[in-house]
């Protein structure tokens, strides 16, 4: 029996062994030979503007940028439910950026998520998304990334849960989850819908976050496309049919929101939505333009398209079921959000149109109480003070129980206290 054991085990470790081996070959890339850093005067200079505007749309500094850091120089932390990964430099530093990097290591990163040492990239890194980038558009960002400023910076390392730090690994992630296919265009629709899809489903990546995600981190497409997601502790809601807006987002309105990231009809831009409409608001005005009429028709057919409801107030109920959320909302809210409110009558959207209120989960509206909001776009802004120091969990849970009930709609939202203090630990 034990011989026989043995055996076993001797045939499960060759088994793994040839399992590993073929894995490595099949990660093996080749490193891309290093290049002089290129003069910043070689570039075309509307080469570079072209990529200035598109780095602009695919908000790539906030990524790349550490807070307080400078940018492009990388830094940022992207936590995952793997562990945290940081955003590299590429500024074209030759040490610690893509200084030696040259057109044809930059391109394959964009496209397949390999490093010039031909190191496999974490989707952390939308590659997944950049595949479809046309020529033009990465000569563009590769012209924009090598003018600016060289930064010696380099990132903290990664802090996976073991064995995701051995990078081969990847490579099977890449053969079952990466179908690279280029971006054509739909004859049946308009030059604008059609820039609009090209930009929002490559470089602006907007269903990275947008788009629920499977066991293994991959995006879910098809059905599930726009669904809502999560990104950095905060609720990303559907975008697609099943929009909880409580009124229709024209091409007009969603404009106006990436470009100001505020939407009289809606709510203001908050969490990582504010550096989008920050850089949107930067970008060409066409291609933002573009991108509101691609977002409007995927939601065409939300509820709200079809007919604005009635804005609920249920003022007395809401009392009744939470007593103390009523009068800590008076004490701390109702002074900007009763009807009257110097921010009501200046243009701010009313509570009852905020989509976090009528979200299958009260994240946002969480996060909002705990961390506020600040001006995305100019410094006149929506502001909205931070209340995670002032306010306990228990508060907190009171005040969106009652918010949930007087101005909300669909199922009730449970274990409230709990979720702060999720919403709470994420969010640091």
Known sequence: MRGRRLKIAGVGI????????????????????????????????????????????????????????????????????????YGSNITPDPDTGIGHWSRAAFARAMREGIGRNGRHLYPAFPYTHYAGVTDGDVDALYAFLMTRPAVRATPPDNDLIPPLGFRPLLAGWKLLFFQPAPIRVDPSQSAEWNRGRYLGETLAHCSACHSPRGLLQQEQRGAEAYAGGWSGGWYAPPINARSPAVRTWTPQRLETYFRTGLSRDHAAAAGPMGPVTYNLARADPADVRALARYYAWWMRNAPAAKVDPPLPDRRALAERQHPAGARLYEGACATCHEPGAPMVVAGRPVLPLGTPLHEDNPRDTIQIILQGLRPPVQASGPYMPAYADALTDRQIAEIVGYLKVRHGSGSAWDDLEKEVAKAREEGR
């Open 14 to 85: 060759a088994i793994a062994g040839a399992v590993l081996a073929i894995l490595l070959a099949i990660a093996h890339r080749p490193a891309i030979a290093s290049i002089e850093r290129p003069d910043p005067r070689s570039f075309d200079p509307a080469v570079v503007a072209r990529g200035a505007n598109l780095a602009r749309i695919g908000n790539c500094v906030s990524c790349h940028q550490a807070e307080g850091g400078r940018p492009y120089a990388g830094g940022y932390p992207v936590t995952t439910p793997f562990g945290t990964i």
